[in-house]
């Protein structure tokens, strides 16, 4: 049976459109949680700034009311890597998006030890744990490290605090073992939908300091490997240029294959990617220990 990833066109970041289109896509994949679900909202929060890398806040307040109105528990969460959820929420105009709406937002803290099918062990929030569904609201970016990222890579945050940097640093050099984990912890999650912000998305470089691009998307699965598998195809992009795409396609998930997927709304070549750059050339994965040590540090300097 084919996997539905619905996509829709959104020109700006305007309370209706935005709101509508985020119900709309919600709808057609038919995301219909049950009265007093406990949903965890999982944007990208990455530092206390504005930044192309966050989650707009408008699309996360969308996705909010949609789940409210099933008269569903709403939290929004994130583990930065600097600062806290609350912290940079307040700076890039998310906390001001929430006013007036019955959710809190909160900091993925609480690491609980789970060992993933590899072996490894790594600590993931508690407060993820819990939940009945993450509801994972990602952000279509340029990453210096794995080329783009968005659905799967975006449950990364998961993971409690200083633990992502950590990760990189003992994982970042062994083949293929960084994309094998990032595939673990979203199988270790709770049951989860996936939405992609990629109205504006980032290109050039990332997942910090990039260029704007005017994509005008959003996208939405119940399958977060298909659905980053129809934004590769929207961008041209082939398995063997994905890092994670192509580990994905070795592990033999579901929705690794452009022929598994179906497009109920728009398709993809009605998205035009004419300009959009990536980068030509990855960097190493790993994160060394001075690299590792002055993350600690602006953590720590940020609240975190």
């Known amino acids: ?19 509508k289109s985020v119900g709309m896509l919600l709808e057609t994949i038919q995301c ?11 944007p990208n929060l990455l530092t206390p700034k504005k930044d192309l890398a966050t989650t707009h806040p408008l ?12 008269g569903a528990s709403v939290s929004v969460g994130d583990s930065p890597a600097f600062g806290t959820a609350k912290k940079v929420a307040n700076a890039n105009g998310l906390a001001e998006a929430l006013s007036g709406l019955p959710v809190e937002i909160i900091n993925l803290s609480r690491p609980t030890k789970i ?24 952000k279509l970016k340029a990453h210096s490290q794995l080329r783009v990222t968005a659905a799967v890579k975006n449950f990364f945050g998961c993971v409690v ?7 990189h640093c003992r994982y970042g050099d062994m083949s293929n073992l960084f994309e094998s984990l990032l595939i673990e912890i979203m199988q270790a999650l709770p049951e989860t ?16 300091d990039g260029d704007p691009f005017d994509l005008s998307l959003l996208g939405a699965s119940s ?14 992009l082939q398995p063997h240029h994905v890092p994670l795409w192509l580990e ?3 592990q033999g998930l579901s929705g690794a294959h452009i022929h598994e997927l179906s497009y109920p709304l728009a398709q993809p070549e009605e998205f035009d990617i004419s300009g959009f750059t990536l980068p030509s050339q990855l960097k190493p994965v790993t994160f060394y220990p001075i690299r590792f040590l002055t993350g600690r540090l602006k953590s720590m300097l940020n609240g975190f």
């Open 32 to 42: 219909r949680p049950h009265r007093d679900a406990r949903l965890l909202v999982k």
């Open 193 to 208: 939908v996936s939405l992609v912000d990629g109205v504006t998305t980032m290109q050039r470089t990332g997942p910090i």
């Open 59 to 70: 699309v996360v307040r969308a996705v909010c009311e949609y789940f409210l109105d099933y």
């Open 248 to 250: 994905s396609q070795k």
């Open 1 to 19: 049976m084919a996997i539905s990833v619905a996509l829709c066109r959104v020109s700006k970041y305007e309370p209706k459109p935005v709101g």
């Open 161 to 167: 605090g200083f633990r992502k940097a950590l990760a």
């Open 223 to 236: 399958n977060p490997v298909a659905l980053d598998t129809a934004l590769y195809t929207i961008l041209g």
């Open 115 to 138: 060992r993933l099918a590899s072996g490894i062990s790594i600590g993931i929030s508690q407060k993820a744990l819990e939940k009945d569904l993450i509801v994972n609201v990602a």
